[in-house]
């Protein structure tokens, strides 16, 4: 799976992914989904955005969490 809107700069935010290269982190983008935000608001929140980073932000934390396993508290 390729992402074409998904950067990783060593440079830039301690190589953090980030979306099209600008200074909004993968993770932030995903936690406000989690938080319960739609796409709109998050593209009104970061007007820079589009959609289609909001999906592909999902799509790259989805594909991150197959690649390994995290502890659960049990």
């Known amino acids: 799976m390729t992402f074409k809107r998904i950067t990783v700069e060593p440079g830039q ?5 980030c979306i099209r290269g600008m200074r909004i982190a ?3 983008v995903v936690g406000m989904v ?3 935000m739609t796409e709109t608001e998050i ?3 970061y ?3 589009e959609a289609t980073d909001v999906r592909e932000a999902l799509r790259y934390a ?3 969490a197959r ?3 995290l ?3 049990g």
């Open 34 to 36: 989690a938080e319960g």
């Open 67 to 69: 690649e390994r396993e």
């Open 26 to 28: 993968v993770a932030t």
């Open 13 to 17: 935010m301690d190589g953090v992914p």
């Open 47 to 49: 007007p820079d955005l």
């Open 43 to 45: 593209v009104e929140a």
């Open 62 to 64: 989805a594909e991150t």
């Open 71 to 73: 502890p659960l508290a």
